[in-house]
């Protein structure tokens, strides 16, 4: 049975604010994060397979493409922190004011890279 | 209570379970990729971490299908395909953890 209740708009219909931006990057970095958890649970997994086998991931995470990857997770992850940080905040009933939500979207986009530089830092050892 | 609160309710409570879980994860596994192996396993059969690990996916995947099915929701017209796409996603989010914390338990 067809459902009659109405979708969201097209994302092209609406001029783009950062509070959309903000939006639709929490849902894309959710997917990723989830996808990502995935395949860090099948990482796990094949550490039963033993340490021989264990080689071919370890030269993949050693590589550039695998810090890469790392960065990007990083990032991913800081962005959906902060994001969520920002809809809990708003959940309590602030920053609903249209000044307050560019603020805390720049915020969360701003933020997100220099946790992204942070969070590699402390897990590194640097900080 | 309607079910759509409760749905609500456990999302919030979940994406705020889910912050400090996340920094200490993400922290760790900056740590840990390019260590070798022995140090990669040493991680995860260490107790504290295994805990805080299996706490972590089980939240992590129970707030992405409870998102996800907000997605389905926005997006997704036929009720036939949602409510497939819905099972799978809940399936999907009992079964992965579950099969990875038995692998845990076995390292």
Known sequence: MENKSPLSPHIQIYRWHISSLVSITHRITGIINIAVITLICLWVSLLLLGESKYETISLLLNSLEGKFIILAITWSFSFQVLSEIRHLIMDLGYGFELKTTKISGSIVIVGSIIFTVIFYLIGKGFL | MINATKKWIFLKISGAILVPLMLWFIINLIHIYDEKY????????????????????INAYF??????????????ANDKIKNVANKLLYASAVVIPLITIILISRL
């Open chain 2, 63 to 76: 707030f992405s299908a409870l998102s996800i099915s907000e997605v389905f929701e926005d997006y997704i």
């Open chain 2, 38 to 57: 022995i140090d990669v396993v040493s991680f995860f059969t260490n107790s504290t971490s295994s805990f805080l690990f299996s706490i972590f996916i």
